[in-house]
Nanobody, 126 residues
Framework: QVQLVESGGGLVQAGGSLRLSCAAS????????MGWFRQAPGKEREFVAALSRSGGIRSYADSVKGRFTISRDNAKNTMYLQMNSLKPEDTGVYSC???????????????????WGQGAQVTVSS
């Protein structure tokens, strides 16, 4: 069982920045492939970014490429999402997730992931 806890969400003006953190339980954090997803009000959950267990392979949704950076610190059992140049359309609940089996950096499907955090609200005002 893996427990994930997000933090760092909040309200920010357009053009601002936020950094989300995802703290994971367990002694095998370095074996997890991980990702970030978000869900805006009235919309389906969508892929944001993914990161391999070593941190060496990353992928991003086109909508955030060049603005968001996914990273991890295996010594701290924590993954991050640095979000810069935020836009109102980035508003939503951001959730981190762990994939235990069958992960690919090119997979954008939430069904790839086995464990989820409760989510952190990010609101970007115009």
């Amino acid at each position: 069982q893996v427990q994930l806890v997000e933090s760092g969400g909040g309200l920010v003006q357009a053009g601002g920045s936020l950094r989300l953190s995802c703290a994971a339980s367990g002694r095998t954090f370095s074996t997890y492939n991980m990702g970030w997803f978000r869900q805006a009000p009235g919309k389906e959950r969508e892929f944001v970014a993914a990161l391999s267990r070593s941190g060496g392979i990353r992928s991003y949704a086109d909508s955030v490429k060049g603005r968001f950076t996914i990273s991890r610190d295996n010594a701290k059992n924590t993954m991050y999402l640095q979000m810069n140049s935020l836009k109102p359309e980035d508003t939503g609940v951001y959730s981190c997730a762990v994939a235990v089996h069958g992960w690919s950096v090119n997979s954008r499907s939430s069904s790839t992931y086995d464990y989820w955090g409760q989510g952190a609200q990010v609101t970007v005002s115009s």
